[in-house]
């Protein structure tokens, strides 16, 4: 008789047995073993957990493994326990502090959910929609362009230097078709009440997608951080909070040890900023305190990408792009979505080689007129420095010519 172990993930036993397969499908489990769902789901899901989300009792489960030759150990107690146990990181939900990052981020899932409850009792059945409520929910429904913000830029890119990309592949251009979508119906339904009433299905059908992130979220993304991220890096993550700007939640809980963390980051930057060290320039020289004032005072984001493709600084005073501490020394590829990366690659492949040396682009983002310029950096010698990309939103400079 074969022994299958229900504490292992399932990633594991259905690479050491195919059979666990079959009587996963013939359980109803069968989305569990897909491939997306092993890559992404596979290894911080043991078979006790995914019952559990399914509403399969685990005497079904042990029964069908039994009647297929097996013999099962820790089927009792395999689903309340942590899909990992490693020192200095938090394995288990219920255990983490008030305002920790996490639960912040659950707790604006929970005001996103009140928010897509109104949209769907509002348009997923046959009767008119409340213009006036839908607008007004629609509105503050993108707030989950700060909730994704984080999502990406502080928990999905981190992922990476754990080698788990999944979450990434899956989620990021769902997040942006999401996103895209709530911006079109937003100011289609602003600029003309009667819309709701034509686009309500797509109303629906946004709100459908978006509360189908959460469970994602909940599922997938956020056990598999808590069970790699130490608790160093979950400081990081909630130093950057603020960063991103919180919604859905009105007051947010403070995690007091992030905020001593905070704190004293903050004062070791502060104390290297006032030595009178000077850089010397070509055409004079500065403290570091006063270049540090003077790039405060330009409406830009700027963000300097190194020869190996490194993110090593960036100013984000023109607040476009919210741009978080932990982004500094990550590859480019993991600030970007993914289907984005590999035009990301090709231009600073043609700045190394010189084919280009620059390149514009303008677009309106959230009603704004944005230009983002990318420029190649070279030395005196003509060798490839790195990149420079400057984002201006151009809303104040475009008002000033208009009352010419």
């Known amino acids: 008789m074969k022994t299958i172990d229900f504490s292992l993930m399932v990633a594991e036993l259905v690479k050491a047995e195919p059979l666990v397969a079959e009587i996963l499908s013939g359980l109803g489990l069968g989305k569990l073993i897909s491939p997306e769902a092993l890559q992404v789901m596979g290894n ?26 097996f013999s099962v150990v820790n089927g009792e107690t395999a689903g309340s326990t942590a899909p990992c146990s490693v020192t200095g990181h938090f394995d288990r939900s219920d255990s983490l502090p ?15 959910e009140k928010v897509l409850d109104i949209l769907q009792a509002e348009c997923a059945g046959s009767g008119a929609p409340n213009s006036y409520v839908v607008i007004q929910a629609l509105q503050v429904l993108n707030g989950v362009r700060a909730h994704y913000a984080k999502k990406e830029e502080l928990l999905m890119a981190q992922l990476y230097k754990y080698g788990v990309t999944g979450p990434s592949q899956v989620m990021w251009n769902e997040d942006d078709e999401i996103k895209k979508e709530i911006g079109t119906l937003t100011r289609a339904v602003t600029e003309d009440a009667d819309n709701v009433l034509i686009y309500k299905g797509r109303i629906a059908a946004v709100a459908k997608k978006a509360r189908e992130m959460v469970y994602k979220e909940e599922q997938i993304l956020f056990p598999l951080c808590l069970r790699f991220f130490t608790e160093e890096e979950w400081l990081r993550i909630y130093r950057d909070f603020p960063e991103m700007g919180m919604a859905f939640v009105e007051k947010p809980a403070r995690w007091e040890a992030g905020e001593r963390w905070a704190a004293a980051e903050l004062a070791k930057v502060t104390e290297q900023e006032i030595l009178a060290g000077k850089i010397q320039l070509p055409t004079g020289e500065l403290t570091v305190k006063q270049l540090s004032a003077i790039l405060a005072l330009l409406p830009l984001d ?45 231009l600073v492949a043609d700045f190394k080689a010189k084919k280009r040396t620059s390149l514009e682009v303008a677009r309106y983002i959230m009603g704004k007129p944005i230009l983002v310029k990318y420029m190649a950096v070279y ?10 990309e400057a984002v201006q939103d151009c ?3 475009l008002e000033k010519f208009a009352h010419r």
């Open 395 to 397: 809303s104040p400079i």
């Open 44 to 69: 911080i899901m043991t078979i006790p957990r995914a019952a559990a989300m399914q509403g399969v009792a685990m005497e079904a489960v042990i029964a069908a493994f039994r009647k297929r030759g």
């Open 302 to 346: 700027l963000t300097f990408i190194d020869a190996e493709e490194k993110l090593r600084f960036f100013i984000n005073e023109g607040r476009v792009f919210p741009r978080p501490l932990a982004a500094l020394g990550r590859d480019v590829a993991e600030c970007h979505p993914p289907h984005i990366v590999p035009v990301v690659r090709n």
């Open 379 to 388: 030395d005196e010698a003509g060798e490839y420095m790195g990149t420079l």
């Open 98 to 112: 008030e305002g920790h990052p996490i639960e912040l981020m659950r707790a604006e899932n929970a005001g996103m």
